[in-house]
């Protein structure tokens, strides 16, 4: 039985963040620069090539440009577990404080648009994830089976798990009309994955060789992402876009340890916004983004029940009971002159994680909700300009139990800082 309650510990595990950067659960606050200077606000507003990935219809009134830059992130996680209990559950965590290592990651980027006539274009864009992943010294769940135990089902350490992302949209926009553009994006996807310390897990699982250790596996997919944008006044612009749920194959060194034998695919989102010309260099902007965790099972299934063996790797296998959550981000920009643009921002959205699964949720506390941001570009010629974007989401923290271990209690906490950089060449 202390093996199956063992099974539990996957709340943290199945819902690795797939992104390096600032999150809502697992998504970025925002893409391209300009774009994250602001809040990450951008859906009606055509500024980068890289915010195609928010909304592809702004890309055909960029003209012929390509775009290099570097994110610099910075996450600081960790989880507290209590020793509030007067003798010790069948499982539960080693009481203290754990921070995991590897604080600092380097994600690059890059965007060309071509220019196929006046009225359409054509953009690459290229985006490296990776950086939400947790780095633990210790053998976190050594209390999750009995000391006397088979070799192969006791914890070792490091404990940890690592997700990367690289991410390739094509997309194609169009102007419709004078006021009204469309477009579309096909997106391909590729994820690698890896797992150590998670041997207590084996035993609740159908495939207990394909749960951890098993080094680095790759996973691949596909989806599409449409957006709109529309000139309402000289000053007021709307935009939507919808990306669908990425499909990826199944990661079959892990088919023990995601549900439906190692599906991990992609959550969809949605997002609407507007933008406001407040003066001819003043402009405001105002998003609100939908993220569906609840169509991906190894993120939305509960496990908050007891868990039994063979629980880990079916299709209604353990999940990290997640809900969809909704971000509102606000910012603005200001033309200080023709070489000089200044920008701040901020978002906001809501905990997907529940308090009943905060205790395990250790191996990825993708938990921060709220982000200020700073930006500013400078034209450094008639063609060539440089763009920055800093990032701070405070320490968010959410404190549970979990019926599975008692009347243990701790928290998971995150804060997080970013970094961007970016050169942007105009070539005409």
């Given at each position: 039985m202390g093996l199956a309650l063992a099974g539990l510990g996957l709340g943290g595990v199945v819902a690795v963040p797939q992104t390096a950067e600032a999150t809502f659960g697992y998504y970025g606050y925002g893409y391209g620069t300009q774009s994250k200077g602001m809040g990450g606000a951008g859906t009606a507003l055509a500024q980068d090539p890289l915010a195609g990935m928010t909304n592809p219809a702004t890309l055909v009134h960029l003209g012929d440009v390509w775009a290099v830059g570097a994110t610099l992130f910075n996450p600081n996680r960790s989880y507290t577990a209590d020793?509030?209990?007067?003798?010790?559950?069948?499982?539960?965590?080693?009481?203290?404080?754990?921070?995991?290592?590897?604080?600092?990651?380097l994600i690059p980027n890059f965007a060309r648009n071509w220019m196929l006539d006046e009225n359409s274009s054509l953009t690459l864009s290229l985006a490296g994830?990776?950086?939400?992943?947790?780095?633990?010294?210790?053998?976190?769940?050594?209390?999750?089976?009995?000391?006397?135990?088979?070799?192969?089902?006791?914890?070792?350490?490091?404990?940890?798990?690592?997700?990367?992302?690289?991410?390739?949209?094509?997309?194609?926009?169009?102007?419709?009309?004078?006021?009204?553009?469309?477009?579309?994006?096909?997106?391909?996807?590729?994820?690698?994955?890896?797992?150590?310390?998670?041997?207590?897990?084996?035993?609740?699982?159908?495939?207990?060789?394909?749960?951890?250790?098993?080094?680095?596996?790759?996973?691949?997919?596909?989806?599409?992402?449409?957006?709109?944008?529309?000139?309402?006044t000289d000053e007021l612009s709307l935009g939507a876009s919808y990306q669908s749920k990425l499909k990826m194959s199944r990661f079959d060194k892990y088919r023990g340890l995601f549900a439906e034998e190692g599906r991990f695919d992609i959550a969809g989102t949605w997002n609407v916004?507007?933008?406001?010309?407040?003066?001819?260099?003043?402009?405001?902007?105002?998003?609100?983004?939908?993220?569906?965790?609840?169509?991906?099972?190894?993120?939305?299934?509960?496990?908050?029940?007891?868990?039994?063996?063979?629980?880990?790797?079916?299709?209604?296998?353990?999940?990290?009971?997640?809900?969809?959550?909704?971000?509102?981000?606000?910012?603005?920009?200001?033309?200080v002159n023709p070489d000089l643009t200044l920008r701040a921002g901020m978002a906001y959205g809501d905990q997907p994680v529940p308090s009943t699964q905060a205790l395990f949720n250790i191996l990825a506390p993708g938990v921060t909700r709220r982000h200020y941001t700073l930006g500013l570009s400078y034209r450094i010629d008639n063609r060539s300009e440089i763009t920055g974007a800093f990032m701070h989401a405070p320490r968010e923290r959410v404190s549970g139990t979990n019926p599975n271990t008692g009347p243990q209690t701790g928290f998971i906490q995150m804060d997080q800082n970013e970094f961007e950089l970016t050169f942007t060449r105009y070539l005409h």
């Open positions: 020793d509030n209990f007067e003798s010790p559950p069948f499982a539960f965590i080693t009481p203290g404080r754990i921070k995991s290592g590897t604080d600092w990651f994830n990776g950086g939400m992943n947790t780095d633990y010294s210790t053998a976190v769940f050594e209390n999750f089976s009995p000391p006397d135990a088979p070799e192969q089902f006791q914890a070792t350490s490091p404990t940890g798990i690592d997700l990367v992302q690289l991410a390739i949209g094509v997309s194609y926009s169009r102007r419709l009309n004078e006021h009204h553009s469309f477009g579309i994006t096909p997106i391909l996807a590729v994820q690698g994955f890896k797992a150590t310390g998670l041997e207590p897990f084996r035993p609740v699982s159908i495939h207990p060789d394909h749960v951890t250790n098993n080094g680095r596996d790759y996973s691949y997919g596909a989806g599409i992402r449409i957006g709109w944008l529309g000139q309402i916004g507007l933008a406001y010309k407040v003066t001819p260099d003043v402009t405001v902007a105002f998003d609100v983004q939908r993220y569906l965790y609840s169509d991906i099972k190894s993120i939305s299934n509960p496990n908050d029940l007891p868990i039994a063996p063979g629980a880990l790797g079916g299709s209604d296998g353990v999940g990290f009971g997640w809900k969809d959550i909704t971000a509102y981000k606000l910012g603005g920009q200001w033309r």
